[in-house]
């Protein structure tokens, strides 16, 4: 039987780990077995060791976990904890490439143990769900039960990191024994070259995304969209996601969720961040938090006695976006009240920050206001100080007479998005002349999103002159 060895690496680690839960971030390691395969040089058999070891996680292991395993929390009682062990598994897997059955959740795994442990670790990765799923696509499973009971593969020892280990590296030899050689190298070749995908998604899905900027929607079993995202670099940016790492919980479930990707390409970033904002706040995406619907979103004015008002986005909409903010909600004005009345001696009744009828408000009490609650300041001079301390969070008036245009033209000069601006809000985009037209003859009722104010707000304090007046 020839030796798989020399066709893609000189060594290779088979890795197999059991935990206690599938969340790389907070579960941990209960077991580690390894099986390292080197070539040998002079061309005689491989060189196979062998090793495994419980391993002490610190935590209770789940009945469901320990049902399945076989690993009880007395067995892992005593044994070492993965800090002790992480320099020994580091030179057993320095220089191989990790080899293991779905191997984005046992290197995820390795990543965050290490990590824990003060070192960094990286490696090629090849998993062989994904290798058998491209050498036998007409198989419906390519789960390890599937692949030792299709392949005829001894593994007494099921569940248990070395025995799973073994059976990746029995599966690999059974290969290069039933398959021409060439098939299996293209095989390895190709997917050493691919970020590790999930092992749902076609090999092929980043192909089909484009490099450019635009909005990406990852989609479970259902039609509402589990998590919208948005980049200069599609490709890139959703390659990241499965990177391997599992750096954060939500790229972990969506690993395992996701079932589908639609890309909504745009000429550049401000269409990208225009569309994506609006898309969260329509389709409410499951993983998506930040750019959430902000119905609880407003505006600060001040009313015709002076006095600070919280204006929620629901009486925004339709008109234009004059006062103070934008806030995500009346909470956040609140807090920016008291810190401009803790940073210019401001009252706290008087900017309704305190419901005290009489006497001296909490920050006269504390010496931080001039005295407008106890008469030793006027209410006249008091409201003027504070339209002079409101005045960095002012929304300027909008400088034109009606609608704006930002036009914005690919890299490449083949798309040029025009987007539709009124009084801070966004109208639409238009991709040619009768889209614009038509947001300019009917253009929607505006609606206020706190999120794309500031957007605008910043590009115009940075590039006026990208604003031009439609007419």
Same mark, same amino acid.
């Given at each position: 039987m020839s030796s798989p060895l020399r066709l893609f690496a000189p060594?290779?680690? %088979?890795?197999?780990?059991? &935990? &206690?839960?599938?969340?790389?971030?907070?579960?941990?390691?209960?077991?580690?077995?390894?099986?390292?395969?080197?070539? =040998?040089? =002079?061309?005689g058999p491989p060189r196979v060791d062998e090793w495994g070891s419980l391993v002490d996680p610190?935590?209770?292991?789940?009945?469901?976990? #320990?049902?399945?395993?076989?690993? &009880?929390?007395?067995?892992v009682r005593g044994a070492p904890a993965f800090g002790s062990l992480a320099a020994d598994i580091a030179r057993r897997l320095e220089g191989a490439v990790f080899v293991a059955h779905n191997a984005r959740f046992d290197f995820g795994f390795l990543k965050? *143990? $290490?990590a824990r442990a003060?070192? *960094? $670790?990286?490696?090629?990765? !090849? +998993?062989?769900?994904?290798?058998s799923r491209r050498l036998f696509p007409e198989q419906a499973s390519h789960g390890l039960d599937a692949v030792i009971g299709r392949h005829a593969l001894d593994v007494p020892d099921r569940h248990r990191?070395?025995? =799973?280990?073994?059976? !990746?590296?029995? %599966?690999?030899?059974s290969l290069y024994a039933t398959l021409p050689a060439?098939?299996?190298?293209?095989?390895?070749r190709r997917l050493l070259k691919t970020p590790s995908l999930p092992p749902q998604l076609p090999a092929d899905v980043l192909e089909g995304i484009p490099e450019g900027p635009g909005v990406y929607l990852f989609y479970g079993e259902n039609p509402l969209p589990l998590y919208i995202g948005k980049s200069r670099h599609l490709r890139e940016r959703v390659a990241s996601h499965f990177s391997g790492d599992w750096r954060s919980e939500t790229d972990q479930r969506l690993s395992a969720e996701i079932r589908r990707i639609e890309v909504q390409p745009t000429a550049g970033e401000l269409g990208a961040l225009l569309r994506e904002a609006m898309l969260v706040k329509t389709l409410m995406p499951a993983h998506n938090r930040a750019l959430r619907r902000k119905t609880d979103a407003g505006l600060l004015r001040l009313d015709p006695d002076g006095l600070p008002a919280f204006v929620p986005a629901a009486a925004l909409a339709g008109e234009a976006v004059a006062g103070y903010g934008p806030f995500g909600s009346k909470r956040a004005m609140r807090d920016a009240l008291m810190?401009?009345? /803790?940073?210019? @001696?401001? +009252?706290?009744?008087?900017?309704?920050? *305190?419901?005290? @009828?009489?006497?001296? +408000? $909490?920050?006269? #009490?504390?010496? /931080?206001?001039?005295?407008? +609650?106890?008469g030793a300041e006027t209410g006249e001079a008091h409201d003027a100080r504070l339209r002079e301390a409101l005045a960095p969070l002012a929304v300027p008036a909008w400088p034109f007479a009606g609608p704006a245009l930002v036009r914005e033209a690919s890299a490449d000069g083949s798309r040029c998005d025009v987007h539709v601006l009124r009084d801070w809000n966004w109208l639409g985009t238009a991709r040619d002349d009768g889209d614009l037209a038509q947001l300019l003859e009917a253009p929607p009722r505006p609606q206020f999103d706190s999120d794309v104010t500031r957007l605008l707000? /910043? !590009?115009?304090?940075?590039a006026p002159e990208a604003f031009v007046p439609a007419r």
């Open positions: 060594a290779i680690a %088979f890795v197999d780990l059991e &935990t &206690t839960g599938t969340h790389a971030a907070g579960d941990r390691v209960t077991e580690v077995g390894i099986v390292r395969v080197e070539a =040998d040089p =002079d061309g610190g935590v209770p292991i789940p009945p469901a976990i #320990q049902a399945i395993t076989g690993i &009880t929390d007395a067995m965050h *143990e $290490f003060g070192r *960094e $670790f990286g490696a090629k990765v !090849l +998993c062989t769900v994904r290798l990191a070395l025995g =799973d280990a073994r059976a !990746l590296w029995l %599966f690999v030899r060439e098939s299996i190298d293209a095989a390895v810190a401009l009345a /803790r940073d210019h @001696a401001l +009252c706290w009744r008087r900017l309704a920050l *305190e419901r005290r @009828a009489e006497g001296p +408000c $909490f920050g006269r #009490q504390v010496r /931080r206001c001039a005295g407008a +609650c106890e707000l /910043r !590009l115009w304090a940075k």
